[in-house]
């Protein structure tokens, strides 16, 4: 079974803190995908990052950085020095290609709240 | 850069009604997706397309129906209505296979 698991349904931090969100994954394929998103109250989804299952090198993006480790299945993310506008729910997901197309399952979301 | 376009928006119908989502995908963009997000939810998947043929198919109530058109648009139909079909619907559209999707801004249902 795909399976994505966000253990984490609710995190508050003060600014400036750093906060790590963390996914465990659960499949059978050995290709996949590793997505998380970002959700703000306006309801879009925001890509943040993509990685295939081959591709366990940890990624840094300005103030996010991702972990990926393949033996504990956990693809966790770290905004460093939060800011009012991280605020937002935060998805993990799996992407499973399946004939032509590549679908998501998602996790259940972390509600993140900066409080300034 | 293009992005998804998904119409109308917003949509408010009552129980029963039929309703008709539509997505126009990137150009060039040959896949297309249906993703359910309820109220506090994850997004479910729904229903993809490649190359106008269905592709896979998760959780979607035989109430709706989907299908990609010749110029590669999708439009999701949804039929007697419920409160519980209340809920954002995206649509997503990929160049390729194992090419990335990328979502539109969503179509807000809201059943009365």
């Known amino acids: 079974a795909q399976k994505v698991t966000q253990a984490q349904t609710e995190i508050s931090v003060v600014e400036k803190e750093d906060v790590t969100l963390d996914c465990v994954y659960e499949?059978?394929?050995?290709?996949?995908?590793l997505f998380w998103y970002k959700q703000p109250p306006s309801g879009e989804l925001v890509f943040l990052i993509r990685r295939n299952s081959f591709d366990e090198q940890n990624e840094i993006s300005g103030r996010y950085s991702w972990n990926f480790q393949k033996s504990t299945s956990s693809f966790n993310f770290t905004i460093t020095a939060s800011q009012v506008v991280d605020s937002a729910v935060y998805f993990c997901?799996?992407?499973?290609?399946?004939?032509?197309?590549?679908?998501?399952?998602f996790g259940k979301g972390m509600k993140l709240t900066v409080n300034p | 850069a293009a992005g998804v376009i998904q119409s109308p928006r917003h949509l408010i119908k009552e129980k029963r009604e039929t309703a008709t989502l539509k997505c126009y995908p990137i150009p060039r963009h040959d896949t297309v997706y249906w993703y359910q997000q309820g109220p506090g939810q994850d997004p479910q998947f729904l229903i993809s397309f490649y190359e106008k043929m269905q592709s896979d198919k998760g959780s979607i109530p035989d109430r709706f129906s989907a299908q990609q058109f010749s110029d590669y648009h999708s439009e999701l139909n949804m039929s007697s209505l419920e409160l519980g079909d209340s809920a954002l619907y995206f649509c997503?559209?990929?160049?390729?296979?194992?090419?990335?999707?990328?979502f539109g801004p969503g179509t807000r249902l809201t059943v009365t």
């Open positions: 499949t059978r394929d050995t290709t996949y995908y």
């Open positions: 997901a799996l992407g499973i290609t399946q004939g032509g197309s590549e679908k998501l399952v």
């Open positions: 997503a559209s990929s160049p390729r296979l194992h090419a990335r999707p990328y």
